[in-house]
């Protein structure tokens, strides 16, 4: 690493542990994480004792490989984003995701008071991230951190992850063509529920990983 390059991690650093604080002031279990390899050895030990385990559809969370890991290791893998699956299929699997050991998801944005501020289409994910799981584990990038409040959060969702997001998954809104959000009316519109995570939910074994990586977007 070069001493800009340390610097600008050292920067970073300050930033992570300060939203690690603020969260375990909320009630979360949160970890700093200097590297994606140490989030993914936190997940590994953490489903050691799951035996399903559910993926929210999470680029962060690919991004860490231990889907296969965890396949390697029998656990039951429920993943609905797979061409082969029919609709039928995916709904079935992301209703299953509601009641898994363990529940995989990253995070659209994390303020720096610990608050997590994430937007879906369909709400699988997010409503897997406060009830239903008996254990959650989110990571969040740097590039996540918010100095704002949720509603900055909010446009950070809206103007930096839905708009590539929106171009992933081929879907036709304006901030697919444009990169910018027009608060759009589109059949295709991915921001239909909204939700800010602003304590640990009473039921919830709730795990936030801060990790000093760009991870997803
Ligand atoms: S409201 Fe529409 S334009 Fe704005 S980010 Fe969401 S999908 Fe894109």
Redesign the pocket.
Known sequence: MSTSEELVHWSHEQKCRRAVTSLERNGFTAQYCADPAAAAEYILAGAEDAATVGFGGSMSIVSLGVEQLLREQGKDILNHNSPVFTRDEKMEIMRRQLTCDLFLSGCNALTLNGELVN?DATGNRVAAMFFGPRKVIVVAGRNKLVDGTPHDAVLR???WA??PN?KRLS?K????TTG?????N?P????RITTIIDRKPRFTDLHVLVVNADMGF
Do not use: E, Y
């Open positions: 937007i969702v809206k103007n839905t708009p929106s879907f809104t304006p901030c697919c910018f959000c027009s608060d759009c589109s295709d519109r991915l921001c």
